[in-house]
């Protein structure tokens, strides 16, 4: 009798366990460990810790993801088990049109309801990378290379463009010295983007030589009015 009633209550609590055990779709970049779900990232960045956040070798750990102006715990806001980089969806990928933004250095992410951004200075080893959610999964759109549209700002490989004008910004291709690869570069009525770096107009006649898949004409005389 009483080993019975064990065998009911495990077939009762069965399902509760199971529903318990969270999927990662992305192990790369998702891990459990104590039951706190952790993003996790390389970078280049010499500080060690920071609240919710640690590094362990070249890999940063985010317990928590920047949301609303305040840091929230992953386990309230990530979904493991539709957590992925963004680019490893066919049809986000296919927009990227270039080969060269999708060789490993993954900036962007999402999960069934939100857009992640992963943000990491190269530049500055002394300034700790950023996690944060940029919008809602329905408010993105992939623009080509490097550059991501969410809501009213643009990115570039993690970088928000500075007084960008969304409604004229586009996108070209430009030959990279001493290569065979095209780095993906992006306009608006007033600047050049080398990427995120805002360039200003004198700068067009110093690359319109190995820039193609635009009318530079039509480019010249915008920034010459």
């Known amino acids: 009798m009483e080993n019975s009633k064990k065998m009911m209550y495990c077939f009762l609590f069965l399902p509760f366990f199971i529903s318990c055990k969270q999927e990662i779709k992305n192990k790369e970049y998702i891990t459990i460990k104590e039951s706190i779900l952790y993003f996790k990232h390389f970078t280049f960045s010499n500080i060690i810790e920071q609240e919710g ?49 999708l060789r490993g250095d993954d900036y962007y992410f999402k999960d069934k309801n939100y ?20 919008g809602k999964v329905n408010e993105y759109s992939v623009i080509g290379g490097g550059y991501l549209r969410v809501g009213n700002k643009i990115y570039c490989k993690g970088n928000e463009l500075v007084d960008v004008d969304i409604n004229t910004f586009k ?55």
């Not at 200075?121 to 300034?127: A, G, H």
């Not at 290569?179 to 608006?188: H, K, N, V």
């Open 171 to 225: 996108i070209a291709m430009m030959r990279l010295k001493h290569s065979e690869w095209f780095q993906t570069i992006g306009f608006d009525k007033n600047s050049i983007y080398m990427e995120s770096k805002k360039e200003n107009k004198e700068k067009l006649d110093q690359y319109k030589k190995d820039i193609i898949g635009i009318n530079l004409d039509s480019l010249q005389k915008r920034y010459s009015e």
């Open 115 to 134: 857009l992640y951004i992963y943000q990491d200075d190269i530049s500055d080893k002394n300034k700790f990378p950023l996690f944060f959610v940029a």
């Open 53 to 101: 956040s640690y590094k362990k070798d070249d890999s940063i750990f985010f317990s928590k993801v920047f949301f609303e102006n305040k840091n929230i715990s992953n386990n309230k806001i990530i979904d493991p088990e539709t957590f992925d980089v963004l680019y490893n969806d066919i049809n986000d990928r296919k927009k990227v049109s270039n080969d060269y933004y």
